[in-house]
């Protein structure tokens, strides 16, 4: 993993990658909860034997952001390939006169440390807020907020990673999550507007 040991400065995560997954011809392709639940399953499966770390996802109607990490970029791109094959062939199956063509686009995040990631996943947690799905980023499913706050456990998020840098114990660790979910909008905001994928969000409301 890559987290660093007590002591040491910063632990630099070389590969990091923001991901997109979206189709940009037709409707919302995750516009129910089966599509998004069938996507999530297909990317576990895909990230599993790679050895990748995704520390955030976050699924909208239109398209599914994913934040990780891995010791080569091969890896990421095998994993994130399978998942849209996979995806694609059931969502034709389910929708048989479909024409969608799905694409990946990758962002490689030079420089960026632990706190980095954490403050960059944190804004991914809001964008549905953001897109006025919700009013508040812990009211909508289709985050990995609620593997950090421990509501739900899919396998793609090891929220211990950094509950333990954030607190001692659990329940400090759940505190603080919860706090910079409350507070950290506007820094994380700032942080995501550095990254081209945040600018082309799709503005397509629920």
Same mark, same amino acid.
């Given at each position: 993993?890559?987290?660093?040991?007590?002591?040491? !400065?910063?632990?630099?995560?070389?590969?990091?990658?923001?991901?997109? *997954?979206?189709?940009?011809? &037709?409707?919302?392709?995750?516009?129910?909860?089966?599509?998004?639940?069938? $996507?999530?399953?297909?990317?576990?499966?895909?990230?599993?034997?790679?050895?990748?770390?995704?520390?955030?996802?976050?699924?909208?109607?239109?398209?599914?952001?994913?934040?990780?990490?891995?010791?080569?970029?091969?890896?990421?791109?095998?994993?994130?390939?399978?998942?849209?094959?996979?995806?694609?062939?059931?969502?034709?199956?389910?929708?048989?006169? &479909?024409?969608?063509? $799905?694409?990946?686009?990758?962002?490689?995040?030079?420089?960026?440390?632990?706190?980095? /990631?954490?403050?960059?996943?944190?804004?991914?947690? *809001?964008?549905?807020?953001?897109?006025?799905?919700?009013?508040?980023?812990?009211?909508?499913?289709?985050?990995?907020?609620?593997?950090?706050?421990?509501?739900?456990?899919?396998?793609? /998020?090891?929220?211990?990673?950094?509950?333990?840098?954030?607190?001692?114990?659990?329940?400090?660790?759940?505190?603080?999550?919860?706090?910079?979910?409350?507070?950290?909008?506007?820094?994380?905001?700032?942080?995501?507007?550095?990254?081209? /994928?945040?600018? !082309?969000?799709?503005?397509?409301?629920?």
């Amino acid at each position: 993993m890559y987290i660093q040991e007590k002591g040491a !400065n910063r632990n630099i995560c070389q590969q990091v990658c923001c991901i997109t *997954f979206g189709e940009t011809s &037709s409707g919302p392709v995750f516009g129910n909860e089966i599509e998004k639940k069938r $996507f999530l399953d297909m990317l576990l499966n895909a990230i599993q034997d790679l050895k990748i770390n995704v520390y955030a996802y976050c699924v909208l109607d239109y398209e599914a952001y994913i934040l990780a990490t891995a010791d080569g970029r091969k890896k990421i791109r095998l994993a994130m390939q399978k998942t849209k094959q996979q995806f694609q062939e059931h969502y034709r199956k389910r929708f048989p006169e &479909s024409k969608e063509k $799905f694409q990946i686009e990758y962002e490689w995040l030079k420089g960026y440390d632990m706190k980095q /990631i954490m403050q960059l996943g944190i804004a991914f947690h *809001f964008l549905p807020a953001r897109y006025n799905y919700v009013q508040m980023p812990e009211d909508y499913w289709w985050t990995s907020l609620k593997e950090y706050e421990l509501r739900y456990h899919s396998g793609i /998020i090891r929220p211990e990673i950094f509950l333990t840098k954030l607190a001692g114990s659990q329940k400090q660790a759940l505190r603080k999550i919860k706090a910079l979910h409350r507070q950290a909008q506007p820094e994380g905001e700032r942080l995501y507007r550095d990254v081209s /994928i945040y600018k !082309n969000v799709s503005e397509k409301k629920k």
